[in-house]
């Protein structure tokens, strides 16, 4: 069949952009690397071949508009979850095949085969099944739902980045970020990017700044499927996090309880040895409670570090105190400390202000806690420091708590608690 110049053009121009990538996610994030296969072009083709049985330039004219409007998108091979709230993904592309997965309402896959019936075979993370075609959003649909349900990252690409107030080179520097840290895009403006820094604990809200698009490599990401395997897994991991704070409570409240009985048994022996002095003239004095060595205080950083990182993945919640169930950064810390018997202060710039010692940077230690401050130079944030240059943190309400560079943003100043 012969092509005529107009459609020639459309398929070049097709093909050049066949393979555009929205990059993978990172480490901790669920996300999907989408490139635009032959598998969609193929089904493409195959509905201009059927179409041009009749009429062939209103087929060419078809085509070329499907090719404009779909293959030039990055998402043209993309399928978006439009379901309610999930729809299964099966082994088979029948109703009575079994359930290997389940996509959720704005979760993406890849979409590997146009099949005869109305469904498609895809691949989104470890899942790889079939799902009636009805429940995707494909091409422009799925572009549409970008902005809902897709995060954007900014990877920075240089040694050191300026992050300004405003989105203007004479604003002011609110902080200098390291290179290859990666933070959620509040909003891309084309020249400049508007990241979020953090959570400001004192509003809730994030704290943003803008770093120019030049010095950052911008990644949309969209959740995977979730095999059923991968769900259990969840749940498991759920539920090892709170039967680990269950029984730190419970040893720390054995330790409570044995720590009052040597306290009660000591007043006793005081309370003996005056009356034996009060007849033989003499006094003494029960003895001091030895300070721990600097050796079982490093074991109980790293326990306290080790405890801190088995809630990682759990939700930030501003005005939060949950370990597992939701916690701002100033509740992050407390609570893990609050569960090794340590009572510091409940937010961010009290904590700064009061919580154990002042040491500096150069000094820190895991289990110290690092602040950082908002643009009027105000302690807004609060992180535990675990070593190797990383803290562990309440982040946001986007990435809950993570682990990240230690120098994501300035520190302000570091403090230690055990000591």
């Known amino acids: 069949m012969r092509r005529s110049k107009a459609l020639k053009t459309a398929l070049i121009i097709a093909s050049a952009t066949l393979y555009i990538t929205i990059p993978a996610a990172t480490a901790k994030a669920e996300t999907i690397q989408t490139e635009q296969g032959v598998a969609g072009f193929a089904y493409l083709l195959d509905q201009y071949y059927a179409s041009a049985a009749g009429n062939k330039a209103e087929a060419d004219a078809k085509l070329i508009n499907i090719l404009k409007t779909e293959i030039i998108s990055p998402y043209a091979n993309l399928g978006v979850s439009k379901a309610d709230n999930y729809v299964n993904v099966r082994k088979s592309p ?225 005005g939060g105190e949950s370990l597992t169930n939701g916690a701002d950064c100033s509740g992050f810390v407390q609570a893990i400390y609050a569960d090794f018997g340590y009572r510091i202060p409940r937010t961010s710039r009290e904590q700064a202000a009061g919580a154990g010692k002042q040491v500096s940077e150069s000094e820190m230690l895991p289990g110290d806690l690092v602040f950082y401050t908002n643009s009027s130079g105000v302690v807004n944030h609060v992180a535990m420091y675990i070593g190797n240059g990383m803290i562990v943190h309440a982040a946001n309400s986007r990435q809950g708590i993570i682990r990240s560079n230690v120098k994501y943003r300035d520190i302000y100043r570091v403090r230690r608690v055990v000591y």
């Open 94 to 318: 029948t109703t009575d095949s079994e359930v290997v997965g389940k996509l959720y309402r704005g979760c993406a896959a890849d979409i590997l085969e146009y099949l005869d019936g109305g469904w498609v075979k895809i691949e989104s993370g470890d899942v790889k099944g079939y799902i009636a075609q009805d429940f995707l959003a494909i091409g422009k649909d799925a572009e549409d739902m970008v902005d809902e349900y897709a995060s954007q990252y900014a990877t920075v690409n240089t040694q050191t980045l300026r992050v300004r107030e405003q989105s203007d080179i004479n604003s002011k520097i609110l902080t200098l970020i390291p290179g290859g840290e990666t933070y959620p895009v509040k909003k891309n403006y084309g020249d400049w990017v508007e990241l979020i820094l953090g959570a400001d604990e004192d509003t809730g809200g994030d704290f943003t700044g803008f770093v120019s698009a030049d010095y950052v490599d911008i990644k949309v990401e969209f959740k995977f499927a979730i095999s059923i395997e991968e769900e259990q897994r969840r749940i498991r991991e759920q539920q090892e996090a709170e039967r680990a704070e269950a029984e730190r409570k419970a040893k720390l409240a054995a330790e409570e309880a044995r720590r009052k009985e040597e306290e009660r048994k000591a007043q006793q022996a005081k309370n003996n040895s005056s009356k034996s002095n009060s007849s033989s003239g003499s006094s003494s004095s029960a003895p001091s409670k030895p300070s721990a060595s600097s050796s079982s205080l490093s074991g109980l950083r790293n326990e306290i570090i080790t405890y801190a990182q088995k809630f990682v993945g759990n939700p930030y919640k501003w």
